[in-house]
């Protein structure tokens, strides 16, 4: 019989052997649990469920997944500390779908599936009165959601590591959680979703991806949220690019007119201010680089086109650089006088893209003598060849190739903005050897027009810093090339981006200036004799016209401001406005006490009456003389000489105040100072009673912009483009001019 010492002892004892048992049996749970890691689903065996309740919630579920070792080889990849993530809001949503936790975890489930990435574990709740919130655990990263019932909402987060893309994920999402509302059929699903790449790569891989945050593609379509639809029309690779192409229709978008037509609406319908009842917009991009939008592609190209044909004089052959849409060619066909449109593209798979896809910027059905696609069209020349090669392999200075076109009259070169900076435009911009190739295909009257991005602001850096400098590289090629008589840059605010477009025309004659100056009833005329009719006896241009051209001649204050950063400063930037701190001194034949300036009637050696102009008051050098008077001459151009010349010599003595008109001309009028302009002056107020002298020591007054330093004025200055009517006008003192002195200008004073 066992003592209570020998109790106590054997006591002791089992609680020893009780905890070594334990302790051993945790340890060996341990083990096995870490080798039995949870993986992603692979079937309804492999997972398991946990369904408990709580005070707060009906109910909560917890559902764990086993993974195997294919499935965790299959997504090993180098993890950066980056990743995807995708945000997608779907509204009138079915109620009972959206609280019950049963039916909303497996659409999870199955999206995570669908997807192709792998679940690890997820925790629901279902929350009171109504709504259900869950998160899942994947091995990409995570998946999680809320649902407002009543309203019929769900908002849904998904984010993954690693290069799997997640844009299929969206339609996925939308098919499994946009389950229509069976209390209100005629609701449709509504979604708005957000792309976007998160964290940190490395740069040369966020260049080359075109889905990163810097990407046209994500700027207009992938990262907004709050887009009222986005539908992916095409999305494939070629041989050379990334090809997408997208619907969109923004939430502040309204119907246009056609659409007003379509749904035959009438003033007060509330469909008037909704974007469901609005078309969408179709975009394609280019390795993630925006190329076109559907709803003002027309502005773009008539834009890029048109200038340049009409600042020639009879454009037979054209060459276009890029252009794979078919736009381009498509405004070029427009004009009667191409004999031959040559289109250099890269990239043959895009053709058969875009006819399917953007089918109205090849249509030539409605122009007379095209064909019903613009590609098919017997004047076309399409060569699927590298652009750039080509020039430089038939008209490189060490070419020994007979060139299918001997002259080219106008090259349009429609490629990526400079501004973009891939390998391409690089290339496109800074070879020498190809832009002299370019200008040594043109024609003696030639014309090259150049699409170059985004339009210069007056924020912008010294041009050969940041980020336009090839742009600024490719300027001053230009401008180097000997053969190169005049440059215009010009912008389109209306095409469609996010920013005014800027494009670069370079003649090889100085009289394409005059053509380009052209008065808008001119420009309107060319049009009316050199394009095409059309069979529906609509414009067959739809923005380009004659005011539209007089809006380009002057260049906008960004390119000035730019252009004056250059280092040296150039000459002419001096002169951008008049000095402040110089007087205005006018003669006013009304008040001769507010008058600077009085004219005498004399009698010269010859007895015959002359007019002079003296000055009442002094009057500093540098001071503007008659400014008011210069800025009321009248302008002409060389046709309205040759025009009246004509009527004399066939009206003889009947127009004889003609004849008189023209002598005065003759004597009153001067030409322009920009080359080939073809434009004159006629002064008509108060200087022309000041005395023409040989003798330069009498000259008090001159010219206010002096002859450029280097006895030419640049190819290319948007300073003088800007202010060429002040430059060939405005006069100032050169000396001292004391009251009573003789206002005297140089005989040889507008002698260019």
Not at 49 to 78: C, G, H, M, N, Q
């Amino acid at each position: 019989m066992a003592t209570a010492d020998d109790q106590r002892r054997l006591y002791r004892v089992d609680i020893r052997v009780f905890l070594v048992a334990i302790t051993c049996a945790m340890a060996a749970s341990f083990i096995l649990g870490v080798s039995l890691a949870p993986v992603p689903i692979l079937d309804d065996n492999m997972r398991s469920t946990l369904i408990y309740s709580s005070p707060s919630s009906p109910s909560v579920r917890d559902e764990f997944f086993k993974i195997s070792e294919e499935d965790i080889a299959s997504v090993e990849e180098k993890h950066l500390p980056a990743g995807q993530h995708l945000l997608v809001d779907i509204e009138y949503v079915d109620e009972d779908f959206l609280n019950s936790e049963e039916r909303l975890s497996k659409a999870m489930v199955d999206t995570v599936k669908e997807s192709g990435l792998h679940m690890l574990s997820y925790h629901c709740h279902a929350l009171v009165p109504s709504g259900v919130s869950c998160v899942g655990v994947l091995l990409e990263s995570h998946i999680s959601f809320h649902t407002w019932p009543a309203e019929g909402v769900i908002t849904l987060d998904l984010f993954t590591c690693g290069s799997k893309p997640l844009l299929p994920a969206v339609e996925t999402i939308e098919r499994l959680f946009g389950i229509p509302n069976t209390k209100n059929p005629d609701q449709k699903i509504h979604t708005q979703w957000s792309h976007e790449l998160r964290g940190f790569r490395p740069e040369e891989e966020v260049k080359k991806n075109y889905l990163a945050d810097s990407s046209d593609l994500s700027l207009w379509v992938l990262s907004p949220l709050e887009m009222y639809s986005k539908k992916r029309v095409y999305s494939g690779r070629t041989k050379f690019q990334q090809v997408d192409i997208w619907d969109l229709v923004e939430l502040v978008d309204t119907p246009s007119y056609e659409d007003v037509i379509k749904y035959n609406m009438t003033p007060g319908d509330t469909r008037l201010n909704s974007p469901e009842y609005s078309t969408p917009d179709r975009l394609l991009f280019l390795d993630g680089t925006i190329q076109s939008v559907y709803s003002s592609e027309h502005v773009y190209h008539e834009a890029l086109v048109h200038p340049a044909m009409f600042a020639h004089p009879n454009p037979k052959n054209v060459v276009i650089l890029g252009g794979g849409e078919g736009a381009t060619l498509r405004e070029v066909l427009k004009h009667k006088t191409v004999e031959a449109a040559i289109m250099l593209e890269i990239d043959e798979e895009l053709i058969p893209i875009v006819r399917e896809h953007l089918a109205s910027m090849s249509d030539c059905s409605d122009l007379f003598g095209r064909a019903d696609n613009c590609f098919d069209d017997k004047l076309a020349d399409l060569k699927f060849t590298d652009g750039r090669q080509w020039f430089v392999d038939q008209y490189g200075a060490s070419s020994s190739v007979v060139p299918q076109y001997k002259e080219l009259d106008i090259i349009i070169l429609d490629a990526l903005d400079p501004e973009d900076g891939s390998e391409i435009s690089n290339q496109l911009y800074s070879d020498e050897s190809f832009v002299d190739a370019l200008i040594n295909s043109l024609s003696e009257e030639g014309i090259l027009v150049i699409q170059i991005g985004t339009a210069a602001s007056i924020d912008d850096p010294r041009p050969d810093f940041g980020l336009y400098k090839q742009r600024e590289f490719l300027f001053k090629l230009i401008e180097a090339n000997p053969t190169i008589e005049a440059m215009f840059v010009y912008e389109e605010a209306h095409c469609g981006f996010m920013e005014p477009h800027a494009f670069l025309i370079a003649c090889k004659s100085a009289n394409c200036r005059s053509r380009w100056y052209a008065r808008s009833d001119q420009v309107d005329f060319q049009i009316y004799e050199r394009i095409v009719r059309t069979h529906s006896k609509k414009r067959a241009l739809t923005f380009y016209d004659g005011t539209t051209q007089r809006s380009y001649q002057w260049p906008k204050k960004g390119w000035e401001t730019v252009y004056c950063r250059r280092e040296p400063m150039p000459f002419e930037c001096a002169y951008r406005t008049m000095d402040r701190n110089s007087g205005l001194f006018e003669l006013d034949l009304d008040d001769e006490k507010q008058s600077s300036l009085r004219v005498s009637i004399e009698t010269d050696e010859k007895g015959e009456a002359v007019s002079k102009l003296f000055a009442t008051v002094d009057i500093p050098k540098g001071s503007f003389i008659l400014s008011e008077d210069m800025a009321s001459s009248l302008m002409i151009n060389s046709r309205n000489f040759e025009g009246l010349k004509g009527n004399v010599e066939a009206g003889g003595d009947n127009v004889s105040v003609i004849s008189d008109l023209l002598a005065f001309f003759e004597e009153y009028a001067h030409e322009s100072g920009a080359s080939g302009s073809n434009q004159h002056y006629v002064e008509v107020g108060g200087s022309v009673f000041v005395r023409r002298s040989e003798n330069e020591g009498d000259v008090n007054i001159v010219r206010w912009l002096p002859p450029h330093p280097e006895g030419k004025r640049p190819k290319f200055s948007p300073v003088y483009e800007r202010h060429r009517m002040s430059f060939d006008l405005f006069l100032v003192a050169s000396k001292d001019i004391n009251a009573g002195d003789e206002i005297v200008m140089s005989h040889k004073t507008w002698v260019n």
